[in-house]
């Protein structure tokens, strides 16, 4: 596509649900990244891959968060389980530049965001 | 955590004013990135900066990257109702991230 898709744009959750948030970045671009951002705040960093390689996850609040891009494409985030503080958008972004394991810099082409409110 | 420090949090100004936003951190960065985000849509790129000292400008906005390579700034001449939203510095590490800051969010009145 022309630009970097999420889906769903708004998910609202039950506390203790289990939510997937879908990516389908630039065709052709080899960085992703997961960025989650709080009202009013900045992106923060949660997760970025490499292809279908996940290179760092040190983002990731806990250990209900898991991200994969198994055929170094479509990207999802799931939440297990989740809890009010996961309230947040979901940022995916995704560059042309990453080779030999390392993000090289570069432009980051973000979707519009999933917005996600846990009751 | 922010690594990134943007300053001011909040800026509001009338049409017409100048003003100058700041983005400082105790890393090197090899790389710095502005952009601008809008309520509802991702952020957007506005520049990248790459040599400390380096001065980009891109027509009324003026970009400057530290001589150390820690610290940024932009400057917005005679600000537009447009150029309200989201500005966010972001700094390339080595581990693969690209850290933002919590940004300055401009909001100019007409």
């Known amino acids: 596509g022309a630009g970097v898709s999420q889906s769903p744009r708004y998910k609202v959750a039950k506390r203790g649900q289990d939510v997937a948030l879908r990516c389908d970045p630039i065709?052709?671009?080899?960085?992703l990244f997961w960025y989650q951002q709080a009202l009013g705040q900045g992106p923060e960093f949660l997760t970025y891959f490499q292809n279908e390689a996940q290179l760092d996850k040190s983002g990731l609040p806990s250990d209900r968060f898991f991200a994969e891009r198994p055929e170094g494409s479509v990207s999802t985030l799931k939440i297990q389980r989740t809890q009010q503080e996961d309230s947040a958008v979901y940022l995916c972004a995704s560059s042309l530049y990453g080779a030999g394991g390392r993000f090289l810099g570069g432009e980051l082409f973000f979707g519009e965001g999933s917005r996600l409110t846990v009751l | 955590t922010q690594l990134l420090e943007q300053s001011p949090q909040f800026l509001s100004i009338q049409e017409g004013e100048n003003l100058t936003v700041y983005c400082n951190s105790s890393?090197?960065?090899?790389?710095l990135q502005w952009y601008r985000q809008e309520p509802g849509e991702g952020p957007v790129l506005l520049v990248t900066?790459?040599?400390?000292?380096e001065v980009k400008k891109l027509k009324r906005l003026t970009f400057q990257f530290g001589d150390a390579r820690k610290d940024s700034s932009l400057h917005i001449t005679a600000a537009q109702t447009g150029d309200t939203g989201l500005y966010l510095c972001a700094g390339a590490g080595n581990n693969n991230d690209m850290r933002f800051g919590a940004g300055t969010r401009l909001t100019v009145k007409p």
């Open positions: 065709s052709g671009h080899v960085s």
């Open positions: 900066v790459v040599t400390g000292g």
């Open positions: 890393s090197v960065f090899s790389s």
